[in-house]
């Protein structure tokens, strides 16, 4: 007994001197962690290899760890390659970070879980969300526009960029929507415009079958997953962003000046065969018109030389204010966030804001079992919106802005085409605001029952409000109010919606020897309720700008429509991965809809998915110069219940109207008045009605060189949908109910998708990279078994099998006649003569009509592409990004009109080179007021090139040295200097060369949209 005293006592003895001599080794380290500009990167981790012994550094990049000699070091942030650093008898060490884009070990989110990049199996862009902070425009789709491989963006120039549209890997469908969806930390939705991009942690857009099947009914356009910021373990900072933007119209617009006008009009009449023309207003002097002074025998109107577009628009100042906090600790994890974006249009009187409110919160429990938290946005945009670009363009520049007694001009005789004054109409209807507001977010909370098995409970709630009142004001016009504000119909609209998401997963993932087994269940209940209420007056006179006075015989309307949808869900997914080389992966959703027939209310939504990482091989050779290697390849169908709701009904409608029987009211009498209201069917029953389905192959590669340095990823896709959602075209047998809905026809697109990017430095100073990336698709009809076997929209975009959704349609304008023999041999054309467009006659029948008529454009294009090319030296960075379309057609409605004098428009340029036996080589028909040979109908001659290469932003930066923005209280502060549209190459004779829509009711049709506009922005970043 006393032995085993002793030993135990001479066992304590020596642990005691054991642990002295432990201590006396170990001793505190100091030190900060910066980027290669000497920024401090707070909430970093430092961790002593082998241990559980970590910490983070500080708001100031500061931390402090025991550790003792010869110990490693391992030092990483999230974006940046980690760093090792061996312990020695520095008591201070400044650890330098580098960025890597490229890392492997990311975790990116991708269909309700996480995942390393190294183990992703289908086609995934990551976006580089730094970039799309360098884009001036609120609207987070103008901001991804040729940045993503595979992604299509088309929009307008309405402020706030509203109006754009987007597809991924090319168009579907053809009446459902084509919108991708978005899934903005777990809410899901086809809306992104509340998004502010200064919040965004990460992007991942999701495009291959196998990736979105997951999402099942709501994933056939592609999926978008969004990430905001969140707190930082260790991080307590502010940080703050002003941005000032001056906006100019990007596109000059060609029209004539006032007395090239009078010659255009004076030589179209000489062309109708009018020897002597004439004008009510103007003065033939014997070889030409002369414009008088007065416009009218009372000298209300003086003649003016006006440029209707620069009177519509000038120069706009656009800001950005950003201002967030983020803050993290062992159990709290916070970001919160407001900014307030103005976007004032280049045309006079628009403008768009918007004030968002961010709140994320987590918060930890029972040593990290229990997580419980909440994304919160408020969002309130307002916007007053106005096109009245067709009448800038098209109102005669005899015309003055003004009149001679003080108030707006328009035309006042005859020779002038009759359009209204487009700046009166900007000014009065500059208070019609559209106001809106959202909140979006979600509550949830998880719990590890083991630590390997998690089950989450998840609340997402979408939910807005849109408020419009009729506020417009009237104003004078040639000394008196028009006839416009007289018996107008007022609106009084408040609508809104609620969208909800109650998801609950169990998530298992194990680690074993060289095996990761990970397993997600989960089910999902979605229900939205929209809310429609307009109150309509209809007969309301305003006699001042703000007297509104409601007629006697005024009729009263409220229009109140209520929906509801609903889907339910169920589905599983799994992954495997052997070694880190293997990896096996697959899911099924099945989904039930509402909005679906009672045949066909459920459907089952599969995925399979594998891939191989080669340079994980043993016979994969450890060179310098090939680093990484490797296949994917994927199969998943996905749905799309882009629909309105209750098509498997038949709908009903009252739309009396003062007893006019055209509408619904019935003659009862038989006197031809409506003296009864009634109903009429608009749309006949289906209940067969089902989902689309599309189903896609992917297969890619992934092939990193110069230690990942060059890396190149391609994906071959073949993409198909089946079960079209079609409205047939009505017959008269009929009558006037449309017939159902129903699902016949198929479209396909085949393509692929190039990303190369190089990134390197030389030394600590200069750092270099490109960024290429290039996709192509071919979209074809497959099939369209409807009785009409084709849809025909605004008379120019058919869908037909065998080619493009909305192709243009028309016949194939084929030169000028240039000579009496060639309108004589010519096929039977009324109108055919000299300088007139000749036509060509395809069936050669002899005749030109409506037989003639084919394919004579695809405004699809050929391949997009983007470039960035970024450069920093110490403190200076420059980077510059290049985007373009390649082979797509465009529709130029614009010459429509601006091309012949037909009307007493204005004109295009075009027409001071139109065909005369004189300028014979002239492909402009020649000049003429009557349009005899039906050059208006759709033909090849209005389609153009739309292909364009253009500078879209450059960003020129410059970052003070860290160690004068301390003495401030500040730990970076950033100028910069951003261009955008600034330079472009293009073809196309439009005014504006992007065109907005991506549907089948249109793609590439240039009318008279709001142009773009170029910018330059000046913007300080801080934190502190």
């Not at 401090?40 to 002593?48: D, F, H, K, R, S």
């Not at 088309?154 to 987007?166: F, H, K, L, Y």
């Not at 004439?278 to 002074?293: E, K, W, Y």
Request: charged residues 20%.
């Amino acid at each position: 007994m006393k032995r085993l005293h002793a030993n135990q006592s001479f066992a304590s003895l020596c642990f005691f001197f054991f642990f002295l001599f432990a201590s006396a080794q170990q001793k505190e380290i100091q030190g900060i962690i910066t980027d290669v500009n000497k920024n401090p990167l707070p909430g970093a981790t430092i961790l002593v290899k082998g241990t559980k012994n970590g910490t983070n550094s500080d708001f100031d990049g500061k931390f402090s760890i025991k550790a003792n000699s010869g110990d490693q070091l391992i030092v990483s942030f999230i974006g940046f390659s980690e760093t090792k650093l061996t312990v020695d008898g520095s008591k201070f060490v400044t650890i330098i970070l580098r960025e890597n884009i490229n890392n492997l070990e990311d975790v990116v989110v991708v269909g309700y879980v996480k995942e390393k990049k190294a183990d992703i199996s289908g086609a995934i862009s990551i976006v580089k969300v730094a970039d799309l902070a360098q884009e001036a425009s609120p609207n987070v789709l103008t901001a991804l526009q040729g940045r993503v491989a595979g992604i299509q963006v088309n929009s307008g120039g309405t402020p706030g960029g509203n109006d754009s549209q987007i597809t991924i890997r090319g168009l579907t469908t053809v009446n459902s929507g084509s919108a991708p969806l978005w899934v903005i930390d777990g809410v899901q939705t086809t809306n992104p415009t509340s998004l502010n991009t200064d919040e965004i942690e990460s992007m991942q857009v999701l495009k291959d079958g196998a990736s979105t099947a997951i999402y099942g009914t709501s994933a056939a356009n592609g999926v978008i997953v969004v990430t905001t910021k969140k707190g930082k373990k260790g991080t307590s900072e502010f940080t703050f962003k002003t941005e000032a933007t001056v906006n100019m119209l990007r596109d000059r617009i060609n029209v004539l000046h006032a007395q090239q006008w009078a010659d255009v009009d004076y030589q179209a009449q000489l062309g109708a065969g009018i020897q002597t023309p004439t004008h009510p207003v103007l003065i033939n002097n014997g070889s030409g018109f002369t414009i008088p002074q007065y416009l009218d025998p009372n000298g209300v109107q003086s003649s003016a030389d006006t440029d209707w577009v620069k009177t519509i628009t000038s120069p706009s100042i656009s800001t950005n204010n950003d201002l967030s906090y983020r803050k993290g600790t062992e159990r709290l994890n916070l970001y919160s966030s407001v900014n307030y974006a103005v976007d004032n249009g280049v045309q006079r009187y628009t403008y768009f804001d918007r004030l968002n409110l961010r709140l994320n919160t987590s918060y930890t429990f029972f040593d990290k079992k229990l997580t419980i938290g909440e994304n919160f946005l408020y969002s309130k945009f307002n916007e007053v919106k106005a096109n009245e670009f067709e009448n800038a363009v098209l109102q005669n520049p005899i015309i003055p802005v003004y009149t001679n007694l003080g108030d707006y001009a328009a035309p006042l005789s005859g020779g002038f085409q009759d359009k209204p004054n487009p700046l009166a109409n900007l000014w009065g209807n500059r208070k019609n605001k559209q106001m809106s507001q959202r909140i979006l977010g979600n509550v949830y909370g998880s719990y590890a029952i083991i630590p390997d098995l998690v089950f989450s409970s998840t609340l997402n709630f979408d939910y807005g409000t849109f408020k419009f009142k009729t506020a417009s004001e009237a104003f004078s016009v040639n000394g008196a109010i028009p006839s416009t504000f007289q018996n107008i119909t007022t609106e009084d609209t408040n609508n809104d919606y609620l969208a909800t998401i109650f998801t609950n997963t169990l998530k298992y993932d194990k680690d074993f020897n060289k095996h990761r087994i990970s397993l997600l269940l989960g089910v999902e209940n979605t229900a939205r309720q929209d809310n429609v209420h307009s109150d309509l007056v209809r007969g309301v006179d305003i006699t001042d700008p703000s007297g509104y006075i409601i007629r006697p015989d005024a009729e009263y309307q409220t229009i109140k429509n209520e929906t509801e949808s609903y889907k339910i869900s169920q589905f599983m997914s799994g992954k495997y991965i052997y070694d880190d080389r293997y990896i096996l992966s697959g899911s099924v959703r099945r989904d039930g809809s509402s909005r679906f027939g009672p045949n066909n209310k459920f459907a089952i939504f599969p995925s399979a998915a594998v891939a191989w990482n080669i340079n994980k091989e043993s016979f994969f050779p450890t060179s310098k110069y090939f680093s990484n290697a490797k296949f994917r390849a994927s199969w998943g169908v996905n749905g799309n219940d882009q629909i309105g709701d209750y098509l498997y009904l038949s709908s009903f409608i009252n739309n009396t109207v003062a007893g006019v029987i055209e509408y619904s009211d019935y003659d009862i009498e038989g006197d031809g008045f409506g003296t009864l209201g009634g109903i009429l069917q608009t749309r006949q029953a289906n209940p067969d009605i089902k989902w689309e389905k599309t189903t896609q192959y992917n297969v890619g590669f992934d092939l990193g060189f110069f230690d990942n340095k060059l890396q190149l990823q391609t994906d071959f896709f073949i993409k198909t949908t089946d079960d079209l959602i079609l409205n047939p075209i009505a017959l008269a047998v009929s009558g006037e109910s449309r017939p159902p809905t129903i699902n016949a026809g198929s479209v396909s697109n085949k393509g692929y998708e190039v990303v190369l990017s190089y990134k390197d430095k030389i030394k600590d100073d200069f750092n270099y990279g490109v960024d290429f990336n290039l996709s192509q698709y071919k979209n074809n009809v497959e099939s369209l078994d409807t009785e009409s076997n084709f849809l025909l929209n605004n008379s120019i975009s058919i869908t037909k099998q065998g080619s493009p959704i909305a192709s243009f349609y028309g016949l194939i304008a084929d030169g000028i006649f240039r000579t009496p023999e060639e309108v004589a041999v010519h096929a039977d054309q009324p109108g055919k003569a000299l300088g007139r467009i000749r036509y060509r006659d395809l069936n050669g029948d002899g005749v030109i009509d409506q037989n003639d008529r084919t394919i004579i454009g695809n405004p699809h294009p050929d391949f997009i592409y983007g470039i960035n090319l970024y450069a920093s030296y110490k403190a200076f960075d420059i980077s510059m990004y290049f985007d373009g379309k390649q082979g797509n057609d465009i529709y130029n409605t614009q010459r429509n009109i601006g091309d012949f004098a037909y009307f007493g428009y204005n004109h295009g340029t075009n027409t001071l080179d139109a065909w005369t036996p004189e300028n014979a080589n002239s492909n402009i028909p020649a000049l003429s007021t009557l349009n005899s040979n039906n050059e208006t109908q759709p033909s090849s001659y209005y389609v153009e090139d739309g292909s364009y290469l253009r500078l879209k932003t450059i960003t020129i930066g410059y970052t003070l040295d860290p160690k004068i923005v301390r003495g401030f209280g500040m730990t970076s502060l950033r100028f910069n200097l951003i261009g955008q549209n600034l330079f472009t190459l293009t073809n196309f004779s439009g005014f504006d060369y992007e065109v907005a829509g991506l549907s089948a009711a249109g793609i590439g049709i240039a009318g008279y949209g709001i142009p773009h506009s170029k910018s330059v922005t000046f913007g300080v970043n801080a934190n502190f």
